[in-house]
């Protein structure tokens, strides 16, 4: 059974920064495409960003500059970094396993996810 498992929420103050990381365990994580989504309370999930197995990537408008996903595939962890936050981005973080690989063509694979507050 594939898990992934995030880390670095926390809280910060508005135009701080934080780095999200995600371990996945299983195999062909290199060929699987990995996901940062969020959910503020009262609204729906949403994609933050997105990274192939080639290492193409897509963000979300209200992201874009600011936010950076990456992966390092000897590791086996996707990474979010997360630069001139906003009160806004206040939510839990999930990474996301894409059906494919990794995840035997099966469902897609979630964390158990990670707050982040920004707040002053």
């Known amino acids: 059974q594939v898990q992934l498992v995030e880390s670095g929420g926390g809280l910060v103050q508005p135009g701080g920064s934080l780095r999200l990381s995600c371990a996945a365990s299983?195999?062909?994580?290199?060929?699987?495409?990995m996901a940062w989504y969020r959910q503020a309370p009262g609204l729906q999930r949403e994609l933050v960003a997105d990274?192939?197995?080639?290492?193409?990537?897509n963000y979300a408008d209200s992201v874009k500059g600011r936010f950076t996903i990456s992966r390092d595939n000897a590791k086996n962890t996707v990474y979010l970094q997360m630069n001139s936050l906003k009160p806004e981005d206040t939510a839990v973080y999930y990474c996301?396993?894409?059906?494919?690989?990794?995840?035997?063509?099966?469902?897609?694979?979630w964390g158990q996810g990670t707050q982040v507050t920004v707040s002053s």
């Open positions: 996301n396993a894409a059906r494919g690989p990794l995840t035997g063509w099966g469902r897609e694979i």
């Open positions: 299983g195999v062909f994580f290199r060929d699987n495409t």
């Open positions: 990274i192939t197995g080639g290492s193409s990537t």
